[in-house]
């Protein structure tokens, strides 16, 4: 999956008119427009920038396969770029390491000894015992634990996704039990009623069959049903012309199906489970079509896939609504450790999120249109490290900004010491400022010896500049 953010090099050269060719500065502002959701993602892009410039290394990636670029094999390569891309990449390395330190000592300050912090996860993509220069191993490191870290990133997403309609089941349970018979009985009935509105909805298409790309060819591109093209509808969706359909090209296909099945405007129809199910399309498709596993789908699988009897074959698609996602055992299950934890928080003073109880009350169901109340653990805890990174980043900005500051401060002092003759300012070594000399004072009236010591001059002179 790194190559999401590698695809900027690894494609190959792309033959189109001169004046629809993407620039370069173009293709590097798309590849800064990805998100990956890595806390060192800037330092990703920033080095597959760098490694960009280089003909010689963008060469080696267009004809290394996915393993190599995966494991981290590729990066033995570094040695044929030029003194100039190396040196840019060490330059990057040492602000990487700083903000790392930075980091570290954030993360150590709140944990305020109760948290053991494991450095080893956050130092991992670089080889912190050479702090000075970009090498092999930088690379190696850099590129394989951005494709464990993608990985686990879309298994926890499967994992929180199942929790959430865990969650939602539970609530609503628990809702029901507060109810007398009566208003039970329509609560139910109710239930039951938005489950089979959700449910009526047009046919899906099979993602990636030829009912499925007619429908987008015809309804959203304005083309004639008649004369659908494989090639032709290629190129009209590969968007940045790089001759490969990425994960975010291919989601667009499918949200013709998925507004055929969710309405944010409709209450049964619920968003989460709307972006879970264009994962699930997606990853159905690249395991049908990505034959290298690049995450990537070439003009070459893509044609391939058109030609196979199964293309012709509508089988439909079976949707979030048709699969039991947990079983009652599982449900059970997660249940007890949701109580377990909910007794550890009432046993520490807090008063746990989400279950009704007598000292929270009841908690509201519903947030807004259809978005249903996610109590969680695991996703209160996401919100809290997702607030803290960016308290933590804006520390780090703050600091930067600061270095910025006194940077600038220092070079007009510089500049008002040659226009002065470098008579009145002069520089610490630590980058302190030394004040001018003070201005002389007019001649005071002579005092009595006994008098004590002469009075002091202003401390701040109105033509001292300010430092």
């Known amino acids: 999956m790194v190559l999401l953010c590698l695809g900027t090099i690894t494609c190959p050269p792309v ?12 293709k590097a502002g798309d590849t800064e427009d990805m998100n990956f959701g890595l806390e060192y993602e800037r330092y990703l892009k920033e080095v597959v920038s760098v ?15 996915v393993t190599d670029i995966k494991s981290g094999e590729i990066a033995r390569h570094l040695d044929l770029v030029s003194h ?4 840019k990449l ?64 879309d298994k926890k997403r499967k994992v929180e996704f199942k929790e959430y309609e865990m969650t939602k089941e539970h609530m609503r349970r628990e809702k029901m039990k507060q109810m007398d018979e009566t208003k039970r009985a329509e609560e139910q009935k109710k239930y039951e009623s938005m489950q ?34 494989p090639k032709t509808f290629f190129k009209m969706h590969d968007l ?31 968003m989460v489970e709307r972006y879970e199910e264009m994962n699930r399309m997606r990853e159905h498709v690249m395991n049908e079509i990505d034959k290298d596993g690049d995450k990537l789908v070439s003009m070459d699988e893509f044609l391939k896939s058109t030609d196979g009897e199964d293309f012709d074959t509508e089988e439909g698609w079976q949707g979030l609504e048709e699969d039991d996602m947990f079983s009652e055992d599982e449900l059970q299950k997660w ?9 550890d928080e009432l046993h520490a003073g807090n008063v746990p999120h989400g279950v009704p109880n007598d000292q929270a009350g009841v908690h509201e169901m519903n947030q807004g249109r259809g978005a249903p109340a996610v109590p969680e653990r695991a996703e209160q805890q996401y919100e809290q490290q997702q607030k803290q990174m960016k308290e933590q980043e804006e520390m780090l900005k703050n600091i930067q900004v600061q270095q910025q500051q006194l940077q600038q401060q220092q070079a007009q002092l510089q500049q008002q010491q040659q226009q002065q003759g470098g008579d009145q300012l002069k520089f610490k070594p630590q980058g302190q400022v030394t004040p001018p000399k003070q201005p002389q004072q007019p001649p005071q009236p002579a005092q009595n010896q006994d008098a004590g010591p002469p009075s002091m001059p202003p401390k701040n ?3 001292m500049p300010p430092i």
């Open 84 to 87: 100039n891309v190396r040196t």
């Open 51 to 65: 490694l960009e410039t280089d003909e010689m290394f963008k060469q080696k990636l267009e004809q290394a396969n």
């Open 240 to 270: 940045d012309g790089d001759n490969f359909l990425s994960e975010d090209e291919l989601e667009a296909l499918f949200i013709k199906e998925l507004d055929k099945i969710y309405d944010p405007d409709n209450e049964e129809d619920d």
């Open 461 to 463: 002179p109105q033509n």
């Open 90 to 153: 060490d330059e990057l390395k040492r602000a990487e390491i700083e903000r790392l330190r930075q980091l570290v000592r954030i993360r150590m300050k709140q944990a305020q000894g109760f948290e053991k912090l494991d450095p080893a996860g956050i130092i991992g993509h670089v080889d912190h015992n050479n702090p000075h220069s970009f090498e092999i191993d930088d690379l190696a490191k850099l590129i394989k634990k951005a494709t464990d870290d993608l990985e686990d990133i």
């Open 196 to 229: 089979a509105k959700h449910k009526d909805h047009k046919k899906i298409n099979h993602p990636g069959s030829k009912d499925q790309l007619e429908e987008v060819w015809e309804e959203e591109d304005g083309m004639d049903k008649e004369d659908f093209n």
């Open 335 to 343: 249940e007890e450790e949701y109580e377990r934890q909910r007794a």
């Open 15 to 26: 033959t189109k008119p001169p004046e629809t060719t993407p620039k370069p500065d173009d």
